[in-house]
């Protein structure tokens, strides 16, 4: 069994996306800004921002946090999205999810300049990944791209089943691990909330993505010999024997599944530090695109 060590390899992209700010430095030429928008106080927003902005300073970024009050209204929020979209000197940005109950999301989204979408949710770069065109991937299904493609783990041919049907995770990812290509080129079945005799479907997979958010939910007897495990969930759990109160937990019961598994993510440590690097690496991708 071979644990996919997103921490090693999220510091190994961080290591190369840091080399080649250097050499733009040396040129004299502009480096990669990205920007985030956060609206409220929410506890993990807050804190995921915050790894994004100390990110980008080891990589050398640029990086703009644009705090807003919980009462923003969304007329506000959307002149914030604008100015950024007119800003030359920012190459990418994200709006920090959750937003407050009087913020619409979606229209939220479709105001961002696709172009700087790096987050990759915009209709326009969902549409292009969909249509295997060039453009900004979601950052956590960049990420597991990027996990199986360091690791080598074969991906054609092979049943890949996917759990949950989010924009930001479940749909992405079915898309791009039947796409052609490496990683890829694999029959894809997601699987939902709906989906009957789900142990049926998990227990004849060769890869399973599990992007649910229910702790411990994917046991050892739903998985077969020799399966490839990637667990998306991050739910806290109270834990009073720890310094905070919680601890992180994922989708997969890692202490059964990982005896049977050829390849497993864990949580923390998996999936988590690949988001945050690939979102650097569209804010790259973004900066060499703004400079054609």
Not at 74 to 98: A, S, Y
């Amino acid at each position: 069994m071979v644990i996919l060590d997103g921490k090693k390899i999220s510091n190994d992209i961080k290591d190369e996306i840091a080399a080649e700010v250097k050499k733009m430095k040396d040129k004299g030429e502009k480096v990669p800004h990205l920007a985030a928008i956060i609206v409220g106080n929410d506890g993990a927003s807050l804190t995921y921002v915050g790894s994004k902005v100390k990110a980008c300073e080891r990589v050398g970024f640029e990086s703009t946090l644009v705090q807003m009050s919980n009462t923003t209204s969304e007329i506000e929020l959307l002149d914030k999205i604008k100015e950024l979209n007119e800003n030359p000197e920012i190459d990418g940005f994200i709006v920090q999810l959750p937003l407050p109950k009087q913020i619409n999301e979606q229209k939220v989204l479709l105001a961002v300049n696709p172009d700087k979408d790096v987050d990759g949710f915009h209709p326009t770069n969902f549409g292009k990944m969909a249509l295997d065109m060039s453009t900004f991937i979601p950052a956590t299904p960049f990420g597991i791209l990027e996990l199986l493609e360091r690791y080598g783990v074969e991906t054609k041919g092979k049943h890949t089943v996917v759990i949950g049907r989010s924009h930001i995770v479940g749909r992405p990812m079915s898309i791009l691990m039947g796409r052609k290509g490496f990683p890829g080129n694999s029959t894809v079945t997601l699987t939902h909330s709906h989906t009957k005799n789900i142990t049926q479907i998990t227990s004849q997979a060769d890869i399973i993505i599990s992007a649910l958010g229910v702790p411990n939910f994917l046991k050892a007897e739903m998985v077969k010999d020799g399966a490839v495990i990637i667990d998306v969930g991050i739910t806290r759990v109270t834990d009073e024997t720890r310094p905070r109160g919680y601890r992180i937990v994922g989708d997969v019961d890692f202490a059964n599944v990982c005896k049977k598994a050829s390849y497993i993510t864990p949580v923390p440590g998996g999936v988590g530090p690949m988001t945050i690097a690939m979102l650097l690496k569209n804010t790259l991708l973004a900066r060499e695109q703004h400079n054609l």
